[in-house]
């Protein structure tokens, strides 16, 4: 049990690292729900952490292809972007993220290798970072929110 807890330390940093370190500084993320209001969360393989779906750009992609792409890779899915809800400054990667509110429309989810599971949760039941994004993007129709996050 001990090796385990030390290689998931060793993960969290080596991630932690990565993200730091990570060339590609700008990133975009989906808020997905449900008809409950609950938020659709994948929990990374890597740093035991539950994210948004998303992640970095590629040199010279738009935030809104750089989402669908991010998506189709990691959730096996399309998804329709209904809004642009917010731009944030992520301390914590260096990063900055525009975050999207988007719908599946019913396709199935299949997990790529980055994620171990997947769950419908309430936006409070979401990390720090991604409980604002989430709680920004579920608000009435609105400008986008330009925040910093720790």
Known sequence: MRLAAILRTVLAVGYDL???LNPRKVAAHAVICDDQGRV???KSRYADVWLLP???LKPGEHLDEGLR???LEELGAEVAVEALTGVYYVERSAAY???FRCRLDGQPIRLSHEHEVY???LPDQLPPAARAMAADALRPAGSPVVARLP
């Open 69 to 71: 792409r991010e998506c």
């Open 18 to 20: 990565f993200l730091k």
């Open 40 to 42: 659709l969360a994948l």
């Open 54 to 56: 998303g992640g970095g």
């Open 119 to 121: 769950d419908w949760v």
């Open 97 to 99: 993220v525009g975050v």
